[in-house]
């Protein structure tokens, strides 16, 4: 319910663009990692996909912010998380 494949799949029409995939996959109900992998190389955006799949500590999540032009959070309204993605 995070629609990352909506981001992956935009990548695709953003060819100057970068996507920091960041945090460990925390549910059983989620789609496995290696899913949108396969979507990355799919949509042929592989290479500008970067994979942070575990925790990030708070250092990394605020250099991972100051280093960004853009967030995306495009979180459907059935996703629940005590996730604190701007603390």
Known sequence: NKNLDLVI???SQLPDCHLLIA??????????????RGLAERFG???????WTRHIDDHEVAAA??????????YSSRYYSASAAFS
């Not at 945090?23 to 949108?36: A, H, K």
Request: glycine share 2%; hydrophobic share 40%; with cysteine.
């Open 23 to 36: 945090g460990s996959v925390n549910s059983s109900t989620q789609r496995p990692i290696e899913f949108y």
């Open 9 to 11: 799949e935009a990548l």
């Open 65 to 74: 912010h100051m280093a960004a032009d853009l967030a995306v959070l495009t």
């Open 45 to 51: 955006v592989s290479q500008r996909c970067h994979w």
